[in-house]
């Protein structure tokens, strides 16, 4: 089974993913190598962002030669709306710890229609460019769903447009306030997650705790697309005790 870590509460456990992800770049830039980080949203990975900005700020931590590519946005959507996803890795890691813009890459919400399947193939060839994904975080929703990779989506899935499921408009919902949700997002696929040398599986809260236990344990299946990723040889798991209660 994949290996899993307990930490008392989210900040504590973004501390500790932090710390492995800044001696990761410092390793990398002693070696001249760059890192390549795969980059969540949602609540989840914010204790993870606030330790990175705090060891930017008073440790020094420096992200040359990090380049970053994010799992998705909603589409459409401009990146300076205040709900894109765009603009929340702006204000929450990017602008905050000193990332150069032009390394961080997340899919393009306002890309035509037209454009869609070249985008997002290019979205692809830019991270094999890069060299691969050295690390990849991830969060999981309440139906085992990652990225946007919704119930449904196929083990060998790429980068695509994608439809929301009804409970993820409606979660995001009271967000928008008066606007609709979009209903459509970009997102890479289960397949290009996969191909990440290091996949980090982040949750926290008693509210995850059901969904946790089901993509650790559960028979792998489209059904929850968080248990097609237990294949991965170097997976892990890092909870706060909430999360971990149905274990
Ligand atoms: C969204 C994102 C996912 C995220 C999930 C859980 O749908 N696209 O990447 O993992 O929600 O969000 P939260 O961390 O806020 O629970």
Same mark, same amino acid.
């Given at each position: 089974?994949? /290996?899993?870590?307990?930490?008392?509460?989210?900040?504590?456990?973004?501390?500790?993913?932090?710390?492995?992800?800044?001696?990761?770049?410092?390793? #990398?830039?002693? =070696?001249?190598?760059?890192?390549?980080? *795969?980059?969540?949203?949602? +609540?989840? %990975?914010? /204790?993870?962002?606030?330790?990175?900005?705090?060891?930017?700020?008073?440790?020094?931590?420096?992200?040359?030669?990090?380049?970053?590519?994010?799992?998705?946005?909603?589409?459409?959507?401009?990146?300076?709306? %205040? #709900?894109?996803?765009? #603009?929340?890795?702006?204000?929450?890691?990017?602008? !905050? +710890?000193?990332?150069?813009?032009?390394?961080?890459?997340?899919?393009?919400?306002?890309? %035509?229609? !037209?454009?869609?399947?070249?985008?997002?193939?290019?979205? =692809?060839?830019?991270?094999?460019?890069?060299? *691969?994904?050295?690390?990849?975080?991830?969060? &999981?929703?309440?139906?085992?769903?990652?990225?946007?990779?919704?119930?449904? +989506?196929?083990?060998?899935?790429?980068?695509?447009?994608?439809?929301?499921?009804?409970?993820?408009?409606? #979660?995001?919902? !009271?967000?928008?306030?008066?606007?609709?949700? !979009?209903?459509? *997002?970009?997102?890479?696929? &289960?397949?290009?997650?996969? =191909?990440?040398?290091?996949?980090?599986?982040?949750?926290?809260?008693?509210?995850?705790?059901?969904?946790?236990?089901?993509?650790?344990?559960?028979? /792998?299946?489209?059904? &929850? /697309?968080?248990?097609?990723?237990?294949?991965? %040889?170097?997976?892990?798991?890092?909870?706060?005790?909430? +999360?971990?209660?149905?274990?």
């Amino acid at each position: 089974m994949n /290996p899993v870590t307990i930490h008392p509460d989210p900040a504590a456990a973004g501390a500790a993913i932090a710390a492995d992800i800044a001696d990761l770049i410092r390793r #990398r830039q002693a =070696e001249g190598r760059p890192t390549v980080l *795969g980059l969540a949203t949602g +609540a989840t %990975p914010v /204790p993870v962002y606030r330790e990175l900005v705090r060891l930017h700020q008073e440790e020094g931590l420096g992200f040359e030669g990090v380049r970053s590519f994010n799992l998705d946005e909603y589409w459409p959507i401009d990146p300076a709306h %205040p #709900r894109s996803f765009a #603009r929340f890795m702006r204000e929450e890691l990017f602008v !905050p +710890a000193g990332l150069d813009p032009k390394d961080c890459r997340i899919p393009d919400g306002l890309t %035509p229609m !037209p454009q869609l399947a070249e985008a997002c193939r290019a979205y =692809e060839q830019a991270i094999r460019d890069a060299g *691969g994904i050295d690390l990849q975080l991830l969060g &999981i929703g309440l139906s085992g769903h990652i990225g946007f990779n919704e119930p449904g +989506a196929l083990a060998g899935s790429r980068t695509r447009l994608v439809e929301l499921a009804e409970s993820t408009r409606l #979660r995001a919902a !009271p967000a928008f306030g008066e606007e609709e949700v !979009p209903k459509r *997002g970009i997102s890479v696929g &289960i397949g290009t997650i996969l =191909e990440a040398r290091q996949i980090v599986l982040l949750a926290f809260g008693e509210e995850k705790a059901e969904i946790v236990a089901r993509a650790r344990q559960d028979e /792998p299946s489209v059904a &929850i /697309p968080a248990t097609l990723l237990r294949s991965h %040889p170097d997976l892990r798991w890092v909870l706060d005790e909430a +999360a971990a209660r149905r274990l």
